[in-house]
């Protein structure tokens, strides 16, 4: 069972700036909802019940959203709009948040590494709530995810192919094909060149990691941009073929993005219209 789910939010969101100044990217919304909601709601469906945010300074925000607003229930009660609460009330009933905070950016590697605390020596899901995925034909990204963990047992990357003029922004994996939607993974490369890149497979924020993951982590020198990188980590498992990389079904907005926020909030909202 993967009960636990980290969230590195700690990265100050400098391609937002100044919207990000003093508030989380983290809760940017797409529609009337917050980045990071989505991401918890898809980690709910795989059925997690524990979410560990990894914070920063000024962040708070975060740890408000998943809280009871005494003041607002107390506004809103009775009236028409108490309805739009429900949802991140369920939400809160559901599940455990715990938070740590990272004290210095040193790359996603030491944030995940800073979850250590508060996951323990067991499997988990890593979320980048700027990776917004959805997946209107069937199950969310994280619980196809998880059914693969329970029939191999390492960690899983997920993974779709991009352009190659847009590999240096991704971490890139190459390895033997299972099946049409499953790679033993045998490279991974953080943000290499177009020349350097071993394939045109990139990682996308979503991860199932083994907790053997946080002592390869504290042995990974610094990588790309001098930061502790969870992709150099990683090769360290895919070395012994404990490393699957999965082309997912469904689609990813990078809300990392201007453009690709914007696609979101675009798709949301005919969506939205639709149903
Ligand atoms: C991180 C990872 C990278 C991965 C990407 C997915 O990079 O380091 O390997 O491909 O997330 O969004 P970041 O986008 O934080 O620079």
């Known amino acids: 069972m993967i009960r636990k ?6 990265g100050y969101g400098t391609r937002f700036l100044p ?4 508030m989380p990217k983290e809760m940017l919304p797409v529609m009337a909802k917050p980045l990071i909601q989505y991401g918890v709601e898809e980690a709910v469906e795989a059925g997690m019940d524990t979410m560990a945010i990894i914070t920063g300074r000024g ?8 809280d009871i607003s005494y003041e ?3 506004q809103i009660k009775g009236t028409s709009k108490e309805y739009l609460l429900q949802e991140i009330r369920d939400l809160i009933g559901r599940c455990t948040f715990t938070y740590t905070r990272q004290i210095e950016m040193r790359g996603l590697g030491d944030a995940i590494l800073k979850g250590r605390v508060l996951i323990g020596e067991e499997p988990f899901a890593v979320v980048l709530a700027d990776d917004l995925c959805t997946n209107p034909e069937g ?4 619980e196809q995810m998880r059914k693969i963990y329970e029939k191999y047992r390492c960690s899983i990357v997920a993974v779709q192919e991009v352009p190659e003029k847009q590999v240096h922004k991704y971490g890139i994996v190459a390895g033997k094909a299972i099946d049409e939607r499953l790679t033993m ?3 991974m490369v953080e943000k290499p060149s177009a020349e350097e890149a071993p394939s045109n497979l990139a990682i996308i924020g979503r991860y199932i ?11 990974t020198e610094p990588g790309k941009g001098g930061e502790i990188q969870i992709t150099d980590a990683l090769m360290a498992q895919a070395q012994k073929g404990m490393v699957i ?11 990392g993005s201007i453009d690709g926020f914007v696609e979101a909030t675009n798709y949301f909202y005919h969506r939205n219209r639709e149903e």
Request: overall charge negative; hydrophobic content about 45%.
């Open 5 to 10: 789910c980290l969230f590195p939010a700690a």
């Open 19 to 22: 919207a990000t100044k003093a």
């Open 59 to 66: 962040k708070r925000a975060i740890e408000d959203h998943f």
């Open 72 to 74: 607002l229930e107390h």
């Open 139 to 142: 199950a969310g990204i994280l």
């Open 185 to 187: 993974v045998e490279m």
């Open 209 to 219: 990691l083994t907790p053997d993951i946080f002592e390869l982590i504290e042995k």
């Open 245 to 255: 990389a999965y082309r997912f079904e469904g689609r990813r907005f990078d809300c």
